[in-house]
């Protein structure tokens, strides 16, 4: 794997926890 590739992962992740944290704090869980 790429350095770009790692950096892209590693930007994928941290959007798709912001998102699921969002939409916990949105559902009130």
């Known amino acids: 794997m790429?350095?770009?590739g790692m950096f892209y992962?590693?930007?994928l992740?941290?959007?798709g926890?912001?998102?699921f944290f969002?939409?916990?704090g949105l559902?009130?869980?």
């Open 22 to 24: 969002s939409v916990i």
């Open 17 to 19: 926890l912001l998102v």
């Open 9 to 11: 992962a590693y930007l």
């Open 2 to 4: 790429t350095q770009r």
């Open 27 to 29: 559902v009130g869980l």
């Open 13 to 15: 992740g941290v959007l």
